[in-house]
C-alpha cells in the first residue's frame, strides 16, 4: 500500500491523501463518508455496519473494507493530518477510537474501558489496542509530539491532546501549577510509568488564536483572572 500526501501548503483548506491498494492488500477506513474519489472494480469497496467489541451498542459505526487493486483519495478536514504507524507485532500503546483513520489487513483490535469519571472528562468511552503486523493511520491535530514517561517523575500532558499512551500508565486526571494556574488551564493527564505518549499541537494552537483574534482584553483578562474562569467564559 501507498500513500500519497497531496497538500499545496494552505493548511486552511484541509488535504488529501491518495492511498493505492496493491492487489491481494485490504485496508479498513473508519471514515468512509470522506473518500471523494475512486478508481477500480466495483466490488473493491464492501461497506459493513461494525460493533466495536459490543461498546458502543446501538451506535454501529460503518467502516468501509477497500481491497486493492484500486486508488481513492480522502478528504481531511482543515488542520488534520493522517500519522500512518507501523506495527511489527504486539503494541502496548492505547490509542482514542475516534481518531482512527485506517488500519490494514492483519492487524486487530482490543478495546479498553474507560472509568465513567475519565469519560466524563475527556468524552471518551473506549481506548483501543493493535496488534498484528500491519500499518495504522491517526487523524492527528498538528505536529505530533512524543514524550518519555517516568516511573516517579509525572508528566502533566493536556487531556485533550492525547493521541497514544501505554497501557501500563498510572494515570490521574489533575492541573497543577500554583493557584492562578491550576483554575484557568484545562484538565491534565498526571502519568507515571514506562514507555512513549504521544500527544498533538493543534488544539491548543486553535485555542491561542481564538484567545488573540477574536477575545477583547477585557474578556481575556477575566478568563485567567477569575476562578475557572476558562470553563465559564467562552
Keep these: 500500500?501507498?500513500?500519497?500526501?497531496?497538500?499545496e501548503g494552505d493548511s486552511g483548506s484541509g488535504q488529501a491523501v491518495a492511498f493505492t491498494v496493491d492487489v491481494n492488500e485490504e485496508i479498513h477506513v473508519l471514515h468512509p463518508q470522506q473518500i471523494i474519489a475512486y478508481q477500480g472494480p466495483s466490488s473493491g469497496r464492501a461497506d459493513r455496519l461494525m460493533d466495536v467489541k459490543g461498546m458502543y451498542r446501538k451506535r454501529k459505526l460503518i467502516r468501509s473494507d477497500m481491497t486493492g487493486p484500486c486508488r481513492f483519495v480522502a478528504a481531511l478536514p482543515p488542520g488534520y493530518r493522517v500519522k500512518t504507524f507501523q506495527l511489527d507485532g504486539k503494541s502496548d500503546l492505547l490509542y482514542d477510537f475516534r481518531h482512527l483513520f485506517f488500519y490494514s489487513k492483519g492487524i486487530t483490535m482490543q478495546t479498553r474501558v474507560l472509568s465513567m469519571k475519565n469519560m466524563l472528562v475527556t468524552r471518551d468511552v473506549i481506548k483501543v489496542k493493535f496488534s498484528g503486523p500491519g500499518s495504522i493511520g491517526i487523524l492527528t491535530e498538528g505536529t505530533v509530539c512524543e514524550a518519555e514517561l517516568h516511573p516517579f517523575d509525572p508528566l502533566y500532558v493536556d487531556a485533550g491532546s492525547i493521541i497514544a499512551?501505554?497501557?501500563?500508565?498510572?494515570?490521574?486526571?489533575?492541573?497543577?501549577?500554583?493557584h492562578l494556574a491550576s483554575q484557568h488551564m484545562s484538565y491534565h493527564w498526571k502519568m507515571t510509568g514506562?514507555?512513549?505518549?504521544?500527544f498533538?499541537?493543534?488544539r491548543q494552537s486553535r485555542r491561542f488564536e481564538r484567545d488573540n483574534?477574536?477575545?477583547g482584553i477585557i474578556k481575556r483578562f477575566l478568563r485567567e483572572a477569575l476562578p475557572f474562569g476558562g470553563v465559564f467564559i467562552k
Design 200 to 202: 498533538q499541537a493543534g
Design 165 to 178: 499512551y501505554p497501557e501500563n500508565a498510572k494515570l490521574e486526571l489533575t492541573v497543577y501549577g500554583n
Design 1 to 7: 500500500m501507498n500513500i500519497d500526501v497531496q497538500d
Design 213 to 215: 483574534n477574536e477575545d
Design 194 to 198: 514506562h514507555g512513549p505518549v504521544m
